[in-house]
C-alpha cells in the first residue's frame, strides 16, 4: 500500500506574480499557470487511482484477517483505514475537479486576454517610436 507519487522538483510557483504586466508577460503567465493546473489535474488523477487501489487492497486485508479468526478489532480498524482512504479518494477527485475548472478557466482568461490586448500589442510592438502604455490616456 505504498504510492510512487512524489513531490515535484521545484519550490516555485509556475507563475509567479513580480508586477510585470506587459502583454507577452502575462500571455506567459497565464500559459505557464494553464500548464500547471493541466498537469497537477493528471496527477491528481494518478493520486486518486493509487488511492482507490490501497482501498481496495485494505478492504482485502481486513477480509483476510477476519477468515485467519484474529482479534475482531484489528478486523475494526483495517475497515476504519479502508473508510478513511475512500473518503480520501472522493476528497482527492473534487480537488481534481477544482483543478481541472481552474486549468480551463486559466485558458479561457488567456484567449481573452489575447482577444482585447493582442491587437494593440502588434501595434505597439512593430513600431520604432515609442507610444503611451495603455491606460496613459485614462487620466
Known sequence: ??????????????????????????????????????????ELEALRRSVLANTASAEGVASDIEAADLDPKFVDLTNNVTVALGGAAIDVHKLQETAEETADLTHEARGLHYKLYGALDDIRSNRRERTPRPGFFNR
Request: cysteine-free.
Open 1 to 42: 500500500m505504498s504510492s510512487d507519487l512524489a513531490p515535484g522538483t521545484s519550490g516555485a510557483a509556475p507563475a509567479p506574480a513580480d508586477g510585470d504586466n506587459r502583454y507577452k508577460a502575462v500571455q506567459a503567465k497565464l500559459d505557464r499557470l494553464g500548464q500547471a493546473m493541466d498537469d497537477a489535474t493528471l
